[in-house]
């Protein structure tokens, strides 16, 4: 099992910046890819970005150039800074880690105000 536990969520005005972060815990040598998702309201849940081991990234392109993941493998920690926030990025945003399953955090609001 692994169990992740997110932070950094806010309000923050247009144009302005986020950190999450997401610690691993539990059997964290059995994860490969940790990443982001998040879903609007009344909207599906979608990819915003995913990192290996051994630091290949993947981005949706709606953030490309503005979103950059890192992980931190000593700490079992994945981040997302998120840089020119705009009110379209309002939304839960949930961490992942891919094991022998698809484990998720509890997600962390992102407001972003126009």
């Known amino acids: 099992q692994v169990q992740l536990v997110e932070s950094g969520g806010g309000l923050v005005q247009a144009g302005g910046s986020l950190r999450l972060s997401c610690a691993a815990s539990?059997?964290?040598?059995?994860?490969?890819?940790m990443g982001w998702f998040r879903q609007a309201p009344g909207k599906q849940r979608e990819f915003v970005a995913g990192?290996?081991?051994?630091?290949?990234?993947t981005y949706a392109d709606s953030v490309k150039g503005r979103f950059t993941i890192s992980r931190d493998n000593a700490k079992n920690t994945v981040y997302l800074q998120m840089n020119s926030l705009k009110p379209d990025d309002t939304a839960v945003y949930y961490c992942?880690?891919?094991?022998?399953?698809?484990?998720w955090g509890q997600g962390t609001q992102v407001t972003v105000s126009s």
């Open positions: 992942y880690a891919d094991a022998i399953s698809r484990y």
């Open positions: 539990g059997t964290i040598f059995s994860i490969n890819v």
């Open positions: 990192i290996t081991t051994v630091g290949t990234t």
